[in-house]
Every structure is written in C-alpha cells, then in structure tokens.
C-alpha cells in the first residue's frame, strides 16, 4: 500500500513528471504539516527540499497555489496556507451533500467487483487502526471515497468528490492522529 510517507522515497505510481512528484512531496509536507500553516518559504527552499529541479517546483507550486494549500507573497516569497475554521466547516457541508447522494448512486449501481473493492478496503483500514498508521488511514480513506464514486457510475461527481476530498487533507490529519478518530472513521466507513 502507498502511503503519503512512501512519497519521500519512491516515485508515486500516479505520476508521470517530475512536476508531479514535486507536487506530490510538497503536498504531502503541508498535509501532514511538516511545512506548518503560515511558514514563509521560498521555490529555492522547496528545490532542496525536493531534490527537484526549478521549472517542476515551479509548476508544482503554481498547482499549490491555485488549491489553495499556498499563497503567494509578492517580493517575499510563498506562504503555507492556515487552516481556517470557515474553510472547513464549508467543505464539511459540501462533502456531506454530495457524498450522501453518492452514496445512493453507489447502492443502485454497484457490482460485485466494487463490493469486493470496498470490502478489501475495510481489511486493510483495520490494519491501519490497529498500527495507529495516520497516514495509511488517510489513503485508505481517500482510496475510499474514490471507490463509492466509482460505483456510483457518475464521473463528474467523482471529480467534485476528489477536490472536495484534497481540500479536507490537512484537517482529516490533525483530526485523524486522534487515536479515537481513527476508528471512528473505519466505524462509519463500515456502516456505509
């Protein structure tokens, strides 16, 4: 299983440039706030911090920038966006709407071989909860939800469901290494 920490030492199966694997790594450290909301940093700063040449941090941090994970500091430099509490309570509104609906789509159409998809997921949540692996939670969460929408057989909703998902990453951690919320999660990922 990929991990957000698998990202610092082997290329992610996903990507395909080197914008995506510095995209990747830079998202990873502001999720799991090993760059803290609000730290000042510069691009020169993320090349050694990558190992990845300028034009891909480039490109990555102008992704960043437009998920709003960072800002943009003129003649200072880049921001680590804080966490703001009307931010998530917002998300967390969108998410429940849409994931609700989903998973209605999800009941009507899905087959045996997405059934089994979710049920392999359960498994290895478990094993997550019981390592107390935050960061393997967090993929099985975000591995998840990408499996109900893709049972629920209606791809622009899933695409509003995975934005609304990467918007919520930085919350989901600092809530996820919560030992309680842990299982909490795989409770109600159960009960779905």
């Known amino acids: 299983m ?12 996903a990507a395909s440039s080197l914008a995506d694997r510095a995209y990747a790594l830079i998202q990873r450290d502001i999720i799991t706030m090993r760059l803290k909301p609000g730290a000042a940093l510069n691009e ?23 998920e709003g994970l960072l800002s ?5 430099g880049l921001m680590v966006q804080p966490l703001s509490l ?8 969108v998410r429940r709407i849409n994931e609700a609906h989903c998973a209605e789509l999800a009941a009507r ?19 997550c909860v019981d390592a107390h692996d935050v960061e393997g939670m967090m993929e099985i969460d975000r591995a998840f939800h990408q ?7 209606n791809p622009v909703l899933a695409d509003v469901l995975r934005a609304l998902h990467e918007r919520s990453l930085r919350f989901w951690f ?8 842990l299982a909490d999660v795989q409770g109600e990922h159960r009960d779905l």
């Open 2 to 13: 990929n991990t957000l920490t698998d990202l610092s030492h082997a290329r992610p199966a």
């Open 44 to 66: 020169a700063d993320l090349v050694a911090r990558t190992g990845i040449g300028r034009t891909p941090v480039h490109q990555a941090v102008h992704r960043l920038v437009l």
């Open 72 to 76: 943009v500091m003129p003649r200072k």
């Open 86 to 93: 009307d931010d998530i309570v917002a998300v967390i509104d």
């Open 109 to 127: 159409h899905a087959t045996p071989d997405d059934l089994a998809r979710l049920a392999a997921l359960l498994d290895d949540g478990h094993a």
């Open 147 to 153: 499996a109900i929408a893709a049972a629920a057989r």
């Open 174 to 181: 600092v809530t996820l290494s919560e030992p309680r919320h």
